[in-house]
Nanobody, 127 residues
Framework: QVQLVESGGGLVQAGGSLRISCAASRRTFSSYHMGWFRQTPGKEREFVSAISWSDGSTYYADSVKGRFTISRDNAKNTVNLQMNSLKPEDTAVYYC????????????????????WGQGTQVTVYS
């Protein structure tokens, strides 16, 4: 079992930056692909970014490419999402997600397969 706890959400003006983090409870954190999804009321949860456990390859939704950066620290069991040039449309609850590495990255990015979710952290961007 892996517990994921997000932190760092908040209120920020458009054009500003926020860094959200996810701490994982399990020592085998490095055996999981990690990622971030987000959701707004009335909409489906959508993929934001992911990072591979093995080679650190990163993946981004087109809507955040060039503005968001994902990173992980396997020694500290954490994954971070640095969000720059934030826009009001980035407002959402952001969820940390993990999937065991036997699952294809494609399945993870599509949201078809996620083994663990965090409780979510609210990010609100005002104009």
């Amino acid at each position: 079992q892996v517990q994921l706890v997000e932190s760092g959400g908040g209120l920020v003006q458009a054009g500003g930056s926020l860094r959200i983090s996810c701490a994982a409870s399990r020592r085998t954190f490095s055996s999981y692909h990690m990622g971030w999804f987000r959701q707004t009321p009335g909409k489906e949860r959508e993929f934001v970014s992911a990072i591979s456990w093995s080679d650190g390859s990163t993946y981004y939704a087109d809507s955040v490419k060039g503005r968001f950066t994902i990173s992980r620290d396997n020694a500290k069991n954490t994954v971070n999402l640095q969000m720059n040039s934030l826009k009001p449309e980035d407002t959402a609850v952001y969820y940390c997600a993990a999937v065991f590495t036997t699952v294809t990255m494609a399945s993870f990015l599509s949201g078809r397969r996620v083994d663990y979710w965090g409780q979510g952290t609210q990010v609100t961007v005002y104009s």
